[in-house]
């Protein structure tokens, strides 16, 4: 009897065991994300050092940002690949970064950008004629089919075809459209558009891009030091709207910026960048950072983002003084690095 009632209890173990085993997930392997940091353009050549950081915080993406120059945000004119520009801002020196990032298997969008003279915002350029239009479209046709082509010859993975330029990309919606069509002759990669957080909903050719790209600088915590359960909860209402939009063009969302100065009330108003003296808060920026990667890394809808901003010169900048948005040399940048580690390929 006691024999038999042994078996028994054998059997009911094992079929616990059995379904407990088969209850468990297969792969508990997270999906992998565009892990990526924001690259600034350096005034002269870098080498595979340089890269070395990047890969020391699991990133497996940089976004490499050509600049062109605009004189007032009435000006109509781009101007770009120039001698006196700074060497990672034109065609040599973003071919020889593309290059070492390639090399340590690192991934690229390269997103050339304009930058209007005393740092006004490019979202607001208006023109004031019709013929200053015709200058500016062709200005800018130029200086964007210059880098599809070199993103082309370069196998860059993504191209951003522009960055926060609504009052540009609403009045002319011809232009855009036709600008589209001729980058997709020249590059035959992703495509994306990096709009500003508080437009990314109002932009109408999404379902021509591969992703929609938000600069993620949304206001989250009017705290001066915002805990992670507070700026998790101040998420959900922008988290709702990201995803309506992924929804409704089928595309998922990528944060072609994202990321916070390590400031006293830096969610409150993040897409500010004026040098302000003391208010430093790495408390602050690790809270922002860790609430933003436990709200979206694990989103199916989310495809990963690029941190804003990374240097080349990695041991020179950044650190326990800095107040800025760079992660180097503090402590938000060993929560990247563990954070990306789980969202590597």
């Excluded at 890269?51 to 101007?79: K, Q």
């Excluded at 082309?152 to 036709?178: H, M």
């Amino acid at each position: 009897m006691r024999y038999h009632v042994s078996i028994i209890i054998l059997g009911i173990l094992s079929l616990i065991c059995i379904w407990s085993c088969e209850s468990q997930p297969k792969d508990t392997k997270k999906s992998a994300k565009i892990n990526g940091v924001s690259l600034v353009a350096s005034r002269d050549a870098i080498d595979s050092s340089h890269i070395t950081p990047i890969t020391n915080v699991n990133a497996n993406y940089a976004s490499v940002m050509p600049f062109g120059f605009i004189r007032s945000l009435e000006s109509a004119e781009v101007l770009y690949n120039t001698d006196r520009q700074w060497r990672g801002e034109r065609v040599d020196g973003v071919t020889e970064t593309i290059k070492h990032l390639h090399n340590a298997n690192i991934k690229v969008m390269l997103k050339p950008q304009i930058w209007i003279s005393r740092g006004e915002f490019t979202g607001d350029m208006m023109m004031a004629s019709e013929e200053h239009w015709t200058t500016l479209e062709n200005s800018y046709e130029g200086f964007i089919l210059l880098y599809a082509q070199l993103a082309q010859d370069t196998n860059a993975e993504w191209f951003c075809i522009g960055t926060e330029l609504y009052n540009f990309v609403n009045a002319r919606p011809k232009f855009w459209s036709q600008l589209i069509k001729k980058i997709k002759t020249i590059y035959s990669g992703n495509l994306t558009y990096a709009e500003n957080w508080d437009k990314v909903d109002k932009v109408t050719f999404w379902n021509e891009m591969d992703a929609i790209g938000a600069d993620a600088y949304f206001p989250i915590s009017e705290d001066k030091t915002p805990t992670i359960k507070a700026s998790r909860q101040s998420w959900q209402p922008w988290k709702t709207t990201l995803k309506n939009l992924s929804d409704t063009y089928n595309r998922p969302i990528l944060f072609t910026e994202y990321g916070y100065r390590s400031i006293d009330y830096s969610g409150n108003r993040p897409w500010e960048s004026q040098r302000e003296d003391g208010k430093i808060n790495h408390e602050a920026q690790l809270n922002l950072t860790n609430a933003l990667f436990k709200e979206f890394w694990n989103e199916p809808w989310f495809a990963g983002g690029f941190i804003w901003k990374w240097f080349h010169n990695h041991s020179e900048v950044g650190g326990m003084q800095n107040n800025r948005f760079t992660p180097q040399n503090k402590p938000v940048e060993k929560l990247i690095k563990e954070h990306y580690q789980q969202y590597s390929n």
